[in-house]
């Protein structure tokens, strides 16, 4: 099974940006639909970004237009840049891998330990 393992979480600026980034352990992340989620505090997981094994994407609309996920399927590689950050981005961010292209939780089997952004006004 795929593992998964995000970086580039920090403590940023209103208005500041950061990109994450989630390594796969194996080849077959290409052929996996890529999601990140966020947690904050006292809040449920919330879908942030979803993108298909052949690159088509989906945004909440809490972060359309600010942040951009893209993959590299030969770095085994996905990313989320996120920009003109507001302090109500501050979560921890879990990048995830399943078979279908979708925004539910549930149908993502595997997960990242998850990486700390905090966003200060």
């Known amino acids: 099974q795929v593992q998964l393992v995000e970086s580039g979480g920090g403590l940023v600026q209103a208005g500041g940006s950061l990109r994450l980034s989630c390594a796969a352990s194996?080849?077959?992340?290409?052929?996996?639909?890529m999601a990140w989620f966020r947690q904050a505090p006292g809040k449920e997981r919330a879908i942030v970004a979803v993108i298909s094994s052949s690159g088509n994407t989906w945004y909440s609309d809490s972060v359309k237009g600010r942040f951009i996920i893209s993959r590299d399927n030969v770095k085994n590689t996905m990313y989320l840049q996120m920009n003109t950050l507001k302090p109500e981005d501050t979560a921890v961010y879990y990048c995830?891998?399943?078979?279908?292209?979708?925004?539910?939780?549930?149908?993502?089997?595997?997960w990242g330990q998850g990486t700390q952004v905090t966003v200060s006004s």
């Open positions: 194996e080849r077959t992340f290409r052929y996996y639909a």
């Open positions: 995830a891998a399943g078979g279908l292209f979708t925004t539910t939780s549930t149908d993502y089997p595997t």
